[in-house]
């Protein structure tokens, strides 16, 4: 076969099977960002408190989770919680192997390792919102949710824009370790399509292609928000 038949979409072609596995790398890498988003909302928030002990527990996840390595941690996830359902299952009775689903595995792994760097993005931006307006804010005697409400949500998720970008990148690149439990993403199917046919430098190769196609139209996306969210604050992009 040649190689646009082993491409293509008809009975002998691996194209189908391509394309959904991109469509899963993607739904992984959302889920993952979604996870981490409220993760690293809560740790930002512990690295920003008063209160030393607080900050402290903050830095030493942002240490562990950007330190230890990416694979170490999704083996963790997915062995550690399929013991641990087991163990779960042995006490309720049911004398067999619990396995942890795969996709909530990688979510779950890629979301602690995209937590611990949106923790410093969210921490960053809100580092960056001009203490006048929150001054102001307090002196016209406007609530604490209301302040959140009206101006520091807004200009976090603004000046937070370009360093989430760069975390769903990261979380694009990580999803391709998940391809150890067995979850069929772009990675996996890369590999499956390779061994079945032996074309291994053209599966590898258009593996790789299609997360170049993934990267550049996320930056599209995100490069787009951060137009669109600096155009409905002026007077700040006069200031840049």
Do not use: C
């Amino acid at each position: 076969m040649t190689g646009f038949q082993l491409l293509g979409f008809g009975a002998n072609g691996w194209g189908v099977w391509l394309l959904a596995a991109a469509l899963m790398t993607l739904a992984v890498t959302a889920t993952a960002l979604a996870i981490g988003a409220v993760i690293g909302t809560i740790v930002a928030a512990l690295r920003l408190s008063g209160s030393p002990l607080l900050r402290f527990l903050g830095h030493i996840y942002t240490t562990v989770f950007r330190g230890v390595p990416e694979l170490l941690i999704i083996y963790l996830i997915y062995f550690g919680g399929s013991s641990g359902l087991t163990a779960i299952g042995r006490l309720m009775g049911y004398d067999r192997f619990f396995g942890m689903p795969s996709f909530l595995a990688g979510a779950l792994a890629v979301g602690i390792i995209s937590g611990a760097y949106q923790t410093e993005v969210f921490r960053g931006a809100f580092l960056s919102i001009p203490r006048g307006e929150l001054e102001a804010a307090s002196a016209i005697g406007m609530s604490s949710a209301l302040r959140l409400r009206r101006i520091i949500i807004p200009q976090v998720l603004r000046f937070a824009i370009p360093g989430l970008g760069n975390v769903w990148q990261l979380g694009l690149k990580d999803s391709a370790l998940i391809s150890v439990t067995g979850l069929v993403e772009l990675m996996r199917a890369s590999q499956v399509a390779a061994g079945s046919t032996r074309q291994y430098f053209l599966f590898y190769i258009v593996g790789g292609a299609l997360y170049l196609v993934l990267t550049s139209l996320s930056d599209r996306v995100f490069n787009g928000a951060e137009r669109r969210a600096n155009r409905s604050m002026p007077s700040a992009m006069g200031k840049a």
